[in-house]
Nanobody
Framework: QVQLEESGGGLVQAGGSLRLSCAGS????????MGWFRRAPGKEHEFVGA???????NYADSVKGRFNISRDNAQNTVYLKMSSLKPEDTAVYYC????????????????WGQGTQVTVSS
């Protein structure tokens, strides 16, 4: 059973950057598409972006051009680099393993991490 653990969250000022990591254990992530979601207080999970096992990416319009997803299959880790952060990016960020990087719905992803908090101050 694949287990995922996010890290790298924290408090950052608007306009700043953060890089989140998602480390896999109990199995290889290399055969999965990996997605990032976020959940702001009082809101539903929102798709942020995803990366295929080959490295193709798909992003939500709200983060396109500011966020970048990459993966290091040798390290069994996926990254979310966030730049030009805005207060509305404040949320708990989750990584998830699924079957296609085209999938944008929470139910399409099989394995989830516990999340890491990102807070962007204005």
């Amino acid at each position: 059973q694949v287990q995922l653990e996010e890290s790298g969250g924290g408090l950052v000022q608007a306009g700043g950057s953060l890089r989140l990591s998602c480390a896999g254990s109990g199995g290889t992530l290399s055969t999965y598409a990996m997605g990032w979601f976020r959940r702001a207080p009082g809101k539903e999970h929102e798709f942020v972006g995803a990366i295929s096992w080959r490295g193709s990416t798909n992003y939500a319009d709200s983060v396109k051009g500011r966020f970048n997803i990459s993966r290091d299959n040798a390290q069994n880790t996926v990254y979310l680099k966030m730049s030009s952060l805005k207060p509305e990016d404040t949320a708990v960020y989750y990584c998830a393993a699924g079957r296609s990087y085209y999938y944008t719905k929470r139910d399409d992803y099989e394995h989830w991490g516990q999340g890491t908090q990102v807070t962007v101050s204005s």
